[in-house]
């Protein structure tokens, strides 16, 4: 069975500092991963993917995520966080022969401080 | 934003009413689904569609029927509301091979 771990429920930095919210993964065969952003009283929002080819995916907003086989990880970054970044984060997997098994992380909250 | 739409944003209602969640997407996709999310919490897959007249059950336990007659239009039914079923209802929708999924606004349904 699929699965996802977003280890911290919440993340505090400073704005203008570097951030990095975690996501480990489980799933059988090749993994396609996703990241999406939830504002307050709204759906989720896409973020990036990673389906095939390079590690590294750059996304909406300056984020970016690495994918890392060996250890089952698909980090969500951004090299200098913005107030506006504060939000829900979450990371969501399927296996690459299954469009219906869609597994989401329980959320980030990431909080940005000025 | 993507062009999938839900209404109504928020809806009060009372014990025992039915009430239909609708859910439209402009985007020709096959695939839809419905998740309910309790504020700031993680995402239950409750029903999903391959496509017109096509609907499967999801992970969570639901109350909840749906329908696919139309592929733009995916509403989701509550016989007799009640208090659980207090929750962020989103609808979603994919193309058929590997794409994200597109989400709605949600609707926040509160059942007195």
């Known amino acids: 069975a699929q699965s996802v771990a977003q280890p911290e429920d919440q993340v505090n930095v400073a704005e203008g500092n570097p951030l990095t919210v975690k996501c480990t993964y489980s799933?059988?065969?090749?993994?396609?991963l996703f990241w999406y952003v939830q504002y307050p009283n709204r759906g989720l929002q896409f973020l990036l993917k990673y389906i095939t080819g390079d590690n590294l995916v750059k996304g909406s907003y300056g984020f970016e995520a690495e994918f890392n086989k060996s250890q089952t990880s698909f980090h969500l970054k951004k090299p200098s966080a913005l107030v506006s970044d504060s939000a829900l984060y979450f990371c969501a997997v399927r296996p690459s022969y299954n469009n219906n098994d869609m597994r989401f992380g329980a959320g980030t909250r990431l909080t940005v401080k000025p | 934003e993507a062009d999938i739409y839900q209404t109504p944003r928020y809806l009060v209602i009372g014990t025992g009413k039915k009430i239909t969640l609708e859910c439209s997407q402009t985007m020709g996709h096959d695939k839809m689904y419905w998740y309910q999310q309790d504020p700031g919490m993680e995402l239950h897959l409750i029903h999903y569609?391959?496509?017109?007249?096509?609907?499967e059950k999801g992970d969570l336990s639901s109350e909840s029927t749906v329908s696919r007659i139309r592929t733009e239009h995916f509403p989701l039914t509550l016989e007799s509301a009640r208090p659980s079923h207090t929750s962020q209802y989103l609808c979603?929708?994919?193309?058929?091979?590997?794409?994200?999924?597109?989400f709605g606004p949600g609707t926040r349904l509160t059942v007195l």
């Open positions: 979603a929708s994919s193309e058929r091979r590997y794409n994200e999924q597109f």
């Open positions: 799933v059988s065969g090749n993994p396609y």
């Open positions: 569609s391959y496509g017109v007249n096509s609907t």
